[in-house]
Structure formats: structure tokens, C-alpha cells
């Protein structure tokens, strides 16, 4: 058995051997080499309550070379691509140590969802939608952690989110008004085509009133 | 889920802090943290940290800082921990009898629960006088033999633990035996020698009379015909115990020093191969083959040395852990395809997934734009019979 190997097999047994952390890495297959991670929502943040799986390939050189790690629940972070699921953190990158694990490396993940980074996003977008208005961003990210991480779902304060169980409402996953969308979508625009216009306009809380009806308008014609 | 069940040996062996106190962190402590095994030669770098020195002279080759505390290091700070590398080695013996000792322990405490339990349940007072009597009995029968097998190998170094489970009576005389070498050797060395005395040259290490110590190295060790005839006449038994004492200062004398590390960017092809000539190795691949594998020797060499003699691998041992670690590596960068066709069949679906979820970006646009998106592909280099989606996107490329 090769030291790579060796290594992957304890840390893997020292996660399972710690309840504390209640971090958990599972094989995918029979390779020991693609590993999926999980861990729950920090406490206290728009991800409470939530699982976050975490796609991990174990690369060559390992662990002289970082692990690849991608988040597989989607998420709105900052630093996490909402689309891919990709993740911007340093340790992931530059800043690897051999001496680091899967289990801290997850709970650097874990820690991540605690303390967004918007100067450095991996999702641009998100990251504006962080710096307009962080309240409106993280009614989003909660909403998100519901329908694709399990979570426990917003307090039910204002009406919007879902109408039925298990119908997922594409203007809030996109962290927009339904006024707004309703408006443009009076114009005669295809409602799909106004909540990505406007999630790229980022038409969000003190930014609508700097964006004009008519740089909408140009936006949905593009 | 074969190479889970696979066991290898980790701090999580031993029962948890609440059963077993501090074995689990003492195991902990005994490991390199970057492989995760029990020491092998290791080495303390200017920060104070300790790790294998194969595993640290492998990490400062890619980068030169202290994996544990960042703080900067280098190879020339490297130096060897003769003292944990004995402490390993004591505790690569003691540890499967620690083991053994935890794990009977933990299944006496279990029976003793029980028993209390069930006496508490059925206020039996014969079968409550009859437990306490019975249990520690076998427990010391089982705790013995292990000891006394271990003592015949090393007396020194179990010393200490048997005398803790106080046991019979002919234990004890083995370990007052022991115990009165033990005392004897460092009274020895305490004192000063005297001019008579037969001392080793701290430069040849050979024995020399301590009157005559100082002449001696002033002539730079080569008027030693007069301790020769000295040590002759005072008999082999004095030397063969000292031997095993100096052996490390014996080292110092011997012609093994570290290999320099080299940038290999400013050598020529013939250099290089010289070098690799010189090492003894094989200059079979081409110019990075030759790179990898005089850097991995360096590594493999030079960690050799940290270690203390007697752990030390010979040349030609080192140079098979180069053959295996070559190999080892040709077989992970290969990620062999061996059937192109099958292979593209298996993939068709995963291509068609990625094309398909390429294609809504930019819907309406030409087809050129899916192709682009799916370029990054490890496609095989393809046959112009495979089948599908797999066969337009190669072409494209082509």
C-alpha cells in the first residue's frame, strides 16, 4: 500500500472516529481517490441547518499538492460559484500545507460559509449581491440552503418564497422582487430571460435606483 | 471498500481519551504529519517542528516554509533527532503489547459492569464474592507472559512498566538485574579519564592513551603505533563494549555527506547523465525522467543519512526505493485508455450531458460555440469509426 493510500485510509478513519466535528467523508466508488465530504451549516449564518456535500479528488502527489475540492449541494456564497459549485479559498490553492487534512480542510470550508469574502469572489455576482444589500443576500442564501441543502427554510415574515411544497420559485433562487420581475414581464419579455437580466444587472435593494428602466430594457434586448 | 477494511495502523487504534488517558495523543504525537506514520528519521527544521526527513526535504522542494507554523525554512536547517528517533523505535516495540494490555483492561472494565449490574439486579451475595476474586486472576496470568517475552529481548527498555503491576517475585530480580547494569554504564563514563587510561581520538576514533591523546592529534592521527600495541595487549572485551556506545560518533568520520541539492535548468543533457553515473543510477527516459530521479535520490539519500547508523538502508536498498517509487509514479500519471472505441462509448453519455449542458448559455448561436465549451475534454485520440457526439467533437479539434 502506498503512502498516499495509507494516509487517505486514516484520515478517513479519523473522521470517523471523531463525532464532535460531525464531518463525514464517504467513497463514491470503489476508488479512494474521489471521496465525497459532507458537513452541516454553520450555526448562526444563512446556511444553518443545511448539509453541504463537497465533491473531493485526491490528486497524484497528494499531499505534497492541495486536494480538489468542489462543493456538489449548491450554494450562494461569494466564493463559491453558484453554477459549478467551484471554490475560492487559499488553502485550496497557494496556500496549501501538507500538514493539513480532509477533515481541517473541510472545516476551513465549514468556516467559509461563516465569513463570506466578497472582495475576493469566485462568483461575482453573488458577491455584488453581498455588497448591495447583505440582508437581501442572505434571505437568498437561506432560501437556497432549503431547497438544495435541506435546510429548515425562512421564517415565514414576508410573503414570498414558495406557494406549494417543493415548487421552487426561480425569482427568489435568483434573489430578486417579484415586483420587479412582474414589471418587466407586463412589458411582454419572457419571465426566464427578466430574472437573468436582472440578476446580472444586479437589481438589488439601493442599486434599482441607479439602474434606469431603459438600461433594463437594453439588457433584455442584448 | 477493500482498501478501508484494509488496517493500518493509526492513533484511533487505542480507545478514546475517557477510557484509555492519553494513549490515543501519545500515538498522535509519535506520527509525522504529513504522512501520518510513526517517525522515520526524523528531523527537527529551525522552527522546532519534527518531521520525517524524507517527507520534509520532499515538501521544501516545493516550498520553503514549516508545513505546521508557515514560518520560513530551508533544507540547511534540517537536523537530525537521534533522541525521538529512539523513542520511536522503543515504541514501535511497545506498542502492540500497549495494545494488547488496553484492550484486555477495556474488556475486564466491561465484565466488571456487567457483573455489577447483574449483582445489583439479583442481590446474589455468592455470585458478587465470586467476581472480585475471579477477575483479577486471569488478568494477571495474561499480563505476564507478554512481559517476560518482551524482557528476554530488551530488558532496558520495559523496565519501568512492570514494576507499576507489581508482580511475582521472579520478575522483580530480573528487573533489579537489569536495573544494576543500567546504573553501572553512565558511573563509568562520569569519570575523568587517567593518563593511563585507553581514551578514543575524537578525530580517528581509534584508542589512544590519554597522555599520549594530545600528540597524537597534533601529528593528525597517524603516529598511532604505540595505542595500537595498547589496545592489543588490553584485550578485545573493553573495545567490543565501547563500540556499541560510540557508533554515532563513528559517523561523523566516515565519508558520508549529504548530496547538495542542484538546479537542474542550467545543465547540459551530458552533465546531468554524468551525474546520474556517478550516483550509480540507471539513465534510462528522457531529460525529466533523469531530473526526477536524481532530485527523488537526493531525497531519498540524504534522509538516509539523518537517520542513526544502525536504521540506516544500504545503497543498494535506497536504490530499489527509487525503482519503486519510479514505478509508482509512471503508473499515476498514466491514466491508460486502453480500448479508445470502448472508452468513447462509456464516455457518450457524459459527452452528450456536457454538451447539452453547454448549450442553453447561448442558445440559438452556432454549434461552434458547444464545441469550444467541451474542448477541455481528456479526449483520447480518436478513430474516425467511434461512434456519436464523441467522434464530431475530435474532429474538430483535430
Not at chain 1, 453554477?83 to 496556500?95: E, M, P, Q, T
Not at chain 2, 475517557?18 to 504529519?33: E, H, M, N, V, Y
Not at chain 2, 483479577?136 to 499480563?143: A, E, K, W
Request: a positive charge.
Amino acid at each position: 500500500m502506498d503512502a498516499r493510500l495509507r494516509r487517505v485510509n486514516k484520515e478517513i478513519s479519523d473522521c470517523k472516529n471523531d463525532k464532535t466535528s460531525q464531518i463525514k467523508i464517504e467513497l463514491f466508488d470503489e476508488s479512494p481517490f474521489h471521496l465525497k465530504g459532507s458537513f452541516p451549516g454553520p450555526e448562526g449564518t444563512p446556511y444553518e441547518g443545511g448539509l453541504f456535500e463537497v465533491d473531493i479528488v485526491i490528486p497524484d502527489s497528494y499531499p505534497f499538492q492541495p486536494v480538489k475540492m468542489k462543493f456538489i449541494t449548491k450554494v450562494y456564497h461569494p466564493n463559491v460559484s453558484s453554477a459549478s459549485g467551484a471554490i475560492c479559498l487559499d488553502i485550496l490553492k497557494d496556500a496549501w500545507s501538507p500538514v493539513l487534512t480532509l477533515k481541517s480542510t473541510l472545516i476551513s470550508l465549514q468556516s467559509l460559509l461563516c465569513s463570506p469574502e466578497p472582495n475576493d469572489p469566485q462568483d461575482a455576482e453573488v458577491a455584488k449581491h453581498y455588497m448591495t444589500s447583505k440582508s437581501s443576500f442572505e434571505e437568498t442564501a437561506t432560501y437556497w440552503t432549503q431547497i438544495y441543502a435541506g435546510g429548515p427554510g425562512p421564517k415565514e415574515k414576508k410573503g414570498k418564497g414558495v406557494g406549494g411544497k417543493g415548487v421552487q420559485d426561480e425569482v427568489a433562487i435568483a434573489g430578486l422582487e417579484r415586483a420587479h420581475v412582474d414589471r418587466f414581464e407586463t412589458l411582454g419579455f419572457e419571465r426566464s430571460k427578466v430574472i437573468d437580466a436582472l440578476r446580472r444587472l444586479n437589481y438589488r435593494g439601493p442599486n434599482i435606483a441607479q439602474i434606469t428602466d431603459d438600461r433594463v430594457v437594453e439588457e433584455l434586448l442584448k | 471498500m477493500n482498501f478501508l477494511s484494509e488496517d493500518v495502523p493509526d492513533p484511533t487504534d487505542f480507545p478514546p481519551q475517557a477510557i484509555a488517558p492519553g494513549l490515543r495523543t501519545l500515538d498522535g504525537s509519535f506520527r509525522c504529519d504529513i504522512c501520518g506514520e510513526l517517525y522515520d528519521g526524523p528531523v527537527t527544521i529551525a522552527c522546532g517542528h519534527c518531521f520525517c526527513s524524507a517527507c520534509i526535504r520532499n515538501c521544501l522542494l516545493n516550498k520553503q516554509e514549516c508545513p505546521t507554523c508557515r514560518k520560513s525554512a530551508n533544507e540547511v536547517h534540517i537536523r537530525p533527532n537521534p533522541v525521538l528517533e529512539d523513542v520511536i523505535s522503543a515504541w514501535k516495540e511497545a506498542r502492540p503489547f500497549v495494545l494488547g494490555l488496553t484492550k484486555r483492561e477495556t474488556e475486564r472494565v466491561g465484565e466488571k459492569e456487567a457483573s455489577r449490574k447483574r449483582k445489583r439486579s439479583s442481590e446474589n451475595p455468592s455470585s458478587s464474592s465470586s467476581i472480585p476474586g475471579n477477575t483479577p486472576g486471569p488478568s494477571n496470568r495474561d499480563i505476564s507472559s507478554p512481559t517476560r517475552t518482551l524482557k528476554a529481548k530488551s530488558p532496558s527498555k520495559v523496565v519501568k512498566k512492570p514494576r507499576t503491576k507489581r508482580e511475582g517475585n521472579a520478575e522483580v530480580n530480573v528487573i533489579s538485574s537489569s536495573e544494576s547494569e543500567e546504573d553501572s554504564k553512565p558511573q563509568a563514563l562520569k569519570f575523568a579519564p587517567r593518563a593511563e587510561d585507553l581514551v578514543e581520538c575524537p578525530l580517528c576514533t581509534k584508542k589512544i592513551v590519554y597522555r599520549e591523546l594530545n600528540g597524537h592529534m597534533d601529528n593528525k592521527c597517524k603516529n598511532d603505533s604505540a595505542a595500537k600495541s595498547w589496545s592489543l595487549l588490553l584485550g578485545g572485551s573493553k573495545n567490543g563494549q565501547q563500540k556499541g556506545k560510540h557508533k554515532k560518533k563513528e559517523s561523523n568520520s566516515d565519508d558520508e555527506y549529504p548530496l547538495p541539492l542542484t538546479t537542474y535548468n542550467t545543465l547540459k543533457d551530458r552533465q546531468l547523465k554524468d551525474m546520474l553515473v556517478e550516483q550509480e543510477l540507471p539513465i534510462t527516459g528522457n531529460r525529466s525522467n533523469w531530473e526526477q530521479r536524481h532530485r527523488q535520490w537526493i531525497v531519498l539519500y540524504n534522509s538516509n543519512l539523518d537517520k542513526s547508523k544502525p536504521n540506516r538502508k544500504t545503497k543498494a536498498d535506497l536504490r530499489k526505493d527509487l525503482k519503486r517509487w519510479e514505478t509508482e509514479n509512471a503508473k499515476k500519471k498514466k491514466t491508460v485508455i486502453a480500448d479508445v472505441k470502448a472508452y468513447q462509448k462509456e464516455q457518450k453519455m457524459e459527452f452528450a450531458k456536457l454538451v447539452e449542458a453547454a448549450r442553453p448559455k447561448k442558445a440559438g448561436e452556432d454549434a461552434s460555440v458547444t464545441i469550444d465549451t467541451s474542448s477541455p475534454l481528456p479526449l483520447p485520440t480518436s478513430s474516425s469509426t467511434a461512434p456519436g457526439d464523441a467522434t464530431e467533437i475530435t474532429s474538430e479539434d483535430e
